[in-house]
């Protein structure tokens, strides 16, 4: 079991940066991936962005490529989304969750991850 907790969420203004936190304890050592998924009222969860366990390979949604970063500090059992130039369509409520057995065809997919956090609410206003 792995246990996710995020933090970061906040009210920023259009244009603005926020940097999303998952801190993940437990069985942190054989995970595939760590993903950021996010949803919007009355919309189905959308995928967001994922790291390789390793780091060595990132994924991100079109539409956030060139605005969000995703990382990963080993030492801290991390994984951060760095979101900059933010719009109203980045409104949401955004989930970290961790895969252990996916491979980089399948880190969009939210039923193919086994641990999901609580999380955290971003609000931009335009």
């Known amino acids: 079991q792995v246990q996710l907790v995020e933090s970061g969420g906040g009210l920023v203004q259009a244009g603005g940066s926020l940097t999303l936190s998952c801190a993940a304890s437990?069985?942190?050592?054989?995970?595939?991936?760590m993903g950021w998924f996010r949803q919007a009222p009355g919309k189905k969860r959308e995928f967001v962005a994922a790291?390789?366990?390793?780091?060595?390979?990132?994924l991100y949604l079109d539409s956030v490529k060139g605005r969000f970063a995703i990382s990963r500090d080993g030492a801290r059992n991390t994984v951060y989304l760095q979101m900059n130039r933010l719009t109203s369509e980045d409104t949401a409520a955004y989930y970290c969750?961790?895969?252990?057995?996916?491979?980089?065809?399948?880190?969009?997919?939210?039923?193919?991850?086994?641990?999901w956090g609580q999380g955290t609410q971003v609000t931009v206003s335009s």
């Open positions: 969750a961790v895969g252990f057995f996916l491979t980089a065809a399948a880190v969009r997919e939210a039923d193919r991850y086994s641990g």
């Open positions: 437990g069985r942190t050592l054989s995970y595939g991936y």
């Open positions: 790291i390789s366990r390793s780091g060595g390979n990132t």
